[in-house]
């Protein structure tokens, strides 16, 4: 909701890029609250649609509103609004939470808009993408190997079956992990005969992962994990993984800071057991392929070579600290070249030239190589999703003259319950792969004193109008599960919600993870996902707490 009523404050009070987003042809702010606006009178540049985005959804989203929606004091967003719009350069950012809701892709839209308003795209100390990596070729062309089975086999007719938890898909979902395990347990659309896991563990990080637990019962299980998770604990097969240590393995960066880097992870010790990197597993396992693919593994080799020949990409484009090739590469430990390649300033985009941001470039060019829409432009009004409303409205039942904006909607919460959950990752763990840990598990939880078990945050008020002392034993419940566990009061989480850190529950995982309380947040975690974007819903769920 403060994503919107910023934008609101920004227009409002004039405080918009207008040398990117473009303004009013006479100069005067036409931007009034509750007040409609005649899209001939202002003259976008870099966006689109953002005159009909203030009719029909910005106009009435106000500090105020905000404040009402969300019990945030009305002068606390005011003061951020005014921070964000008269800052630069600024961003605006989000990673799971925003858009864990089926509300989600509305709320990313909205957010990374104030990234277009206040110009702060491809600015210098803005938002960009992540460069590519100029690798080498692989040692073989993959498409020289495949047979016609390979091109034309009637596998390509199968349906993808994380794709359909609804039987007509997700409009934008590339992947849906959540989906595999319910969807074979349910024959949707067929069931699995094998699965094998790499670095996942969804029987226990997957909301609801009981529907895995049966699902799994079903299947021939391979797991590759070096640690004995519940997976591994469900596994036909084990070809256990390096440990982190022990790998040689490349690591792209995630988004940084635009310029491309890639990483490589060097062994800093033997391999204590049997065990072998899963780049390996897969070549090895493809060379006992009967036919012409079973060349291509072979010739492939092993993970070493892929790399070796990856970093000669390197020798025309050595890194900024001497990267060459693979020797240096494995020394230095990362390859890396500044600067990035594009700047936008005062409106206007450059491109490097080799020496400075002096080449100006067309409105053709800026659509082919950054603003990638249908128009060229950052479009408030997405072209993308209105090609598809008519799905859209059919599907979600949402309005088909403002779904293609980003706008406000009720998210929908499941699980029967009265109180919003949230299950955070806390900072030293990851979907509780620190969970085997001790030096981990001694700072998992510092605010509440959470070591041993992780403790259920709920708020003072909350807790003494349902008789519930700091320190009690209390069930949570949803439609899906029950957990009992100890709460602590902490006037830091909203009265209306629970904070459940997504850490302990482990049955598996070894002596240091196994059994401590209380049990996984996943097993009052309704699966539900956006139908749009695929992504999973971990914070919608709300729950009932009682004392035990």
Same mark, same amino acid.
């Given at each position: 909701?403060?994503?919107? *009523?910023?934008?609101?404050?920004?227009?409002?009070?004039?405080?918009?890029?207008?040398?990117?987003?473009?303004?009013f042809?006479?100069?005067?702010?036409?931007?009034?609250?509750?007040?409609?606006?005649?899209?001939?009178?202002?003259?976008?540049?870099?966006?689109?649609?953002?005159?009909?985005?203030?009719?029909?959804?910005?106009?009435?989203?106000?500090?105020?509103?905000?404040a009402?929606?969300?019990?945030?004091?009305?002068?606390?967003i005011?003061?951020?609004? @005014?921070?964000?719009?008269?800052?630069?350069?600024?961003?605006?950012?989000?990673?799971?939470?925003?858009?864990?809701?089926?509300?989600?892709?509305?709320?990313?839209?909205?957010? %990374?808009?104030?990234?277009?308003?206040?110009?702060?795209l491809?600015?210098?100390?803005?938002?960009?993408?992540?460069?590519?990596?100029?690798y080498?070729?692989?040692?073989?062309?993959?498409?020289?190997?495949m047979?016609?089975?390979?091109?034309?086999?009637?596998?390509?007719?199968?349906?993808?079956?994380?794709?359909?938890? %609804?039987?007509?898909?997700?409009?934008?979902?590339?992947?849906m992990?959540?989906?595999?395990?319910?969807? *074979?347990?349910?024959?949707?659309?067929?069931?699995?005969?094998?699965?094998?896991?790499?670095?996942?563990?969804?029987?226990?990080?997957?909301?609801?992962?009981? &529907?895995?637990?049966?699902?799994?019962? =079903?299947?021939?299980?391979?797991?590759? *994990?070096?640690?004995?998770?519940?997976?591994?604990?469900?596994?036909?097969?084990?070809? $256990?993984? %390096?440990?982190?240590?022990?790998?040689?393995?490349?690591a792209?960066?995630?988004?940084?800071?635009?310029?491309?880097?890639?990483?490589?992870?060097v062994?800093?010790?033997?391999?204590?057991?049997?065990?072998?990197?899963?780049?390996?597993?897969l070549?090895?396992?493809?060379?006992?392929?009967k036919?012409?693919?079973?060349?291509?593994?072979?010739?492939?080799?092993?993970?070493?070579?892929v790399?070796?020949?990856?970093?000669?990409?390197? =020798?025309?484009?050595?890194?900024?600290?001497?990267v060459?090739?693979?020797?240096?590469?494995k020394?230095?430990g990362?390859?890396?070249?500044?600067?990035?390649?594009?700047?936008?300033?005062?409106?206007?985009?450059?491109?490097?030239?080799?020496?400075?941001?002096?080449?100006?470039?067309?409105?053709?060019?800026?659509?082919?190589?950054?603003?990638?829409?249908?128009?060229?432009?950052?479009?408030?009004?997405? /072209?993308?999703?209105?090609?598809?409303?008519?799905?859209?409205?059919?599907?979600?039942?949402?309005?088909?003259?403002?779904?293609?904006?980003? @706008?406000?909607?009720?998210?929908?919460?499941?699980?029967?319950?009265?109180?919003?959950?949230?299950?955070?990752k806390?900072?030293?763990h990851?979907?509780?792969?620190?969970?085997n840990? $001790?030096?981990?598990?001694?700072?998992? &939880?510092?605010?509440?004193?959470?070591?041993?078990?992780?403790?259920? =945050?709920? %708020?003072?008020?909350?807790?003494?109008?349902?008789?519930?002392?700091?320190g009690?034993?209390?069930?949570?419940?949803?439609?899906?599960?029950?957990?009992?566990?100890?709460?602590?009061?902490?006037?830091?989480?909203?009265?209306?919600?629970?904070?459940?850190?997504m =850490?302990?529950? @482990?049955?598996?995982?070894?002596r240091?993870?196994?059994?401590?309380? $209380?049990g996984h947040?996943?097993?009052?975690?309704?699966?539900?996902?956006?139908?749009?974007? /695929?992504?999973?819903?971990?914070?919608s769920?709300?729950?009932?707490?009682?004392?035990?």
């Amino acid at each position: 909701m403060g994503n919107f *009523s910023t934008a609101c404050y920004i227009l409002v009070n004039g405080l918009w890029d207008k040398k990117f987003v473009g303004d009013f042809k006479d100069g005067v702010n036409r931007f009034k609250p509750g007040q409609t606006v005649q899209a001939d009178t202002f003259d976008e540049k870099w966006v689109k649609g953002l005159v009909d985005w203030w009719n029909i959804e910005l106009k009435d989203r106000t500090p105020k509103w905000a404040a009402e929606v969300t019990t945030i004091l009305e002068r606390d967003i005011v003061a951020t609004a @005014h921070e964000f719009g008269t800052t630069r350069p600024a961003m605006a950012i989000f990673e799971r939470g925003a858009h864990a809701h089926s509300n989600g892709i509305l709320n990313g839209m909205a957010i %990374h808009s104030l990234n277009a308003l206040v110009g702060s795209l491809f600015a210098k100390g803005g938002m960009m993408y992540q460069m590519g990596v100029p690798y080498g070729p692989l040692p073989v062309n993959e498409e020289d190997y495949m047979d016609d089975y390979a091109k034309n086999g009637p596998w390509k007719k199968y349906p993808r079956i994380d794709l359909k938890g %609804h039987e007509d898909g997700y409009l934008l979902a590339n992947n849906m992990l959540q989906e595999v395990g319910p969807n *074979s347990l349910k024959g949707k659309p067929y069931k699995l005969d094998t699965i094998m896991f790499y670095q996942n563990n969804a029987v226990w990080t997957a909301p609801n992962g009981q &529907q895995w637990e049966e699902a799994l019962k =079903e299947l021939f299980v391979i797991d590759t *994990s070096p640690f004995p998770g519940e997976t591994a604990m469900m596994a036909d097969l084990i070809l $256990p993984d %390096h440990t982190y240590l022990e790998r040689l393995q490349d690591a792209p960066t995630y988004p940084f800071e635009g310029w491309p880097m890639t990483q490589l992870r060097v062994p800093a010790i033997k391999p204590l057991y049997d065990t072998k990197y899963y780049g390996d597993v897969l070549i090895e396992i493809g060379k006992r392929i009967k036919g012409p693919m079973g060349e291509y593994y072979k010739a492939l080799k092993d993970t070493e070579n892929v790399l070796r020949h990856l970093a000669k990409g390197f =020798e025309a484009n050595p890194g900024d600290n001497g990267v060459k090739d693979f020797e240096s590469w494995k020394e230095k430990g990362v390859w890396y070249k500044k600067p990035y390649l594009w700047q936008q300033r005062d409106g206007e985009f450059y491109e490097w030239d080799g020496k400075d941001y002096t080449k100006k470039m067309t409105p053709e060019e800026v659509k082919a190589k950054l603003l990638k829409t249908p128009s060229g432009k950052f479009e408030f009004r997405s /072209g993308w999703l209105e090609a598809n409303a008519d799905w859209i409205a059919a599907k979600t039942g949402r309005d088909k003259a403002k779904l293609m904006f980003p @706008h406000w909607e009720e998210p929908k919460h499941p699980g029967g319950g009265d109180l919003y959950m949230v299950t955070p990752k806390v900072a030293l763990h990851a979907e509780g792969r620190g969970g085997n840990i $001790p030096v981990a598990i001694s700072l998992l &939880q510092p605010v509440m004193g959470g070591r041993d078990q992780v403790y259920i =945050e709920i %708020h003072p008020e909350t807790a003494r109008k349902r008789g519930i002392r700091d320190g009690d034993l209390c069930r949570i419940k949803s439609e899906v599960g029950s957990i009992t566990g100890r709460v602590r009061y902490f006037e830091g989480v909203r009265p209306d919600t629970l904070v459940f850190p997504m =850490e302990h529950g @482990h049955w598996a995982m070894g002596r240091w993870a196994k059994g401590r309380a $209380p049990g996984h947040s996943g097993e009052v975690t309704v699966n539900q996902s956006d139908r749009i974007s /695929g992504q999973c819903n971990y914070y919608s769920t709300k729950v009932t707490i009682e004392k035990v």
